[in-house]
């Protein structure tokens, strides 16, 4: 799972040839820590379709304004440089995953 910062955005989720799944939260927040082994878990069984990041509203202003991003967690799936879909809240797996298929590519 990458560290989606400030910094790195630009060159890890903008110019990324694979979607990207953006998770925003916090450590202090108990719905992202349930969460968390979802998205790990969609980390590892879309390894080679799917870019997965975390990134920490309280460290992270300037992204975290830029989507807008008024409730954590918040999951919001990137292609080309775009959001196309986003969950607020905490989810299943399943729920993620069917997000994630519908904007999958057929390679």
Same mark, same amino acid.
């Given at each position: 799972?990458l560290?989606?910062t400030?910094?790195n955005?630009?060159d ?5 040839? !694979?979607?990207v799944l %953006?998770?925003?939260?916090a450590?202090?927040?108990a719905?992202?820590? !349930? %969460? ?23 460290d ?7 989507f807008k991003i008024?409730a954590?967690?918040? %999951?919001? %799936?990137i292609k080309n440089?775009?959001e196309?879909?986003r969950?607020?809240?905490?989810t ?6 069917r997000m994630?298929?519908k904007h !999958?590519d057929?390679?």
């Open positions: 799972m560290e989606i400030d910094a955005y630009e890890v989720v903008t110019n990324s040839q !694979l979607p %953006l998770d925003f939260g450590a202090w927040s719905p992202n820590r !349930l %969460l968390a082994p979802k998205v790990a878990a969609i980390a590892n069984d879309y390894a080679n379709k799917l870019k997965v990041g975390k990134v920490n509203v309280d992270n202003p300037a992204t975290t304004k830029k008024n954590i967690p918040t %999951l919001t %799936l440089g775009v196309v879909e969950i607020v809240g905490a299943s797996k399943d729920a993620i995953g994630i298929d !999958l057929n390679h």
